[in-house]
């Protein structure tokens, strides 16, 4: 039995000259284009090449105009993807209600959602704590300071370094997040705990090595005055 090979049309297009210049033959086994020699030198092979490379070039353009919309539209101030169920201050609200008692369902029902929708802005606040982290001790001097619930702009170059390296619990507080665009560039505006702040800024901590470049050395600096301000 031959050996097949899976060639997408870029492939073919690159294969095709160094078959014709070493003088091989490869045969397309099934599909539309079954039983076509890619050398073959005949006017069919000629059409059917020209067709492939005009498709290739058509995505290309499609790839980079879309790619062109896209870097227009990030630069004029407009969100990218899939709008978030609820906007960063209704989430505030959320967590805010949620600390004061009010159960998930509820909250669900007051801002028209799905109760996970509710469930991850409050995972990604922090704010709910599994049974086994419960304390239960009712002595008040025993009973631990509530970590407040601030809002920090993490600025870009550490939002980037944090969705690439940083952990879940860091990626999903970034993902609700709401991007403010600056003059030189953008931040991310994050409403959470003190702690998750302070946990972000260690996860960022590559970008205080020599490695790092003096931009995101300033980044990490701009970000860390801002948790102790808000201490």
């Not at 967590?95 to 996970?116: I, Y």
């Amino acid at each position: 039995m031959a050996d097949q090979l899976f060639l997408s049309t870029a492939d073919i297009l690159a294969l095709r000259p160094v078959l014709i210049r070493r003088g091989l033959h490869l045969r397309v086994e099934s599909g539309l284009l079954s039983s076509i020699g890619l050398a073959s030198d005949d006017p069919g092979t000629h059409l059917m090449v020209n067709v492939l490379a005009a498709v290739l070039e058509f995505q290309r353009d499609m790839i980079s105009e879309n790619t062109r919309e896209g870097v227009a539209a990030e630069a004029s101030g407009k969100t990218l993807g899939r709008p978030g169920a609820l906007d960063p201050d209704q989430a505030a609200k959320v967590v805010e209600a949620f600390g004061e008692g009010t159960a998930v369902k509820a909250l669900a029902r007051q801002h028209r959602v799905d109760p996970k929708t509710i469930r991850r802005i409050l995972d990604a606040a922090g704010a709910r704590e599994l049974p086994e982290q419960l304390d239960i001790s009712t002595d008040p001097e025993q009973q631990p300071e509530p970590d407040p619930v601030i809002t920090l702009d993490l600025p870009g170059l550490l939002t980037d370094h944090l969705l690439a390296g940083g952990d879940e619990t860091i990626r999903t507080a970034l993902a609700s997040g709401r991007t403010i665009h600056r003059s030189q560039g953008h931040s991310l505006r994050i409403t959470a705990p003190l702690e998750l702040h302070r946990t972000a800024l260690q996860q960022a901590a590559a970008l205080t090595t020599d490695t790092a470049s003096s931009a995101e050395r300033k980044a990490h600096h701009v970000y860390a005055t801002r948790i102790t301000a808000a201490t």
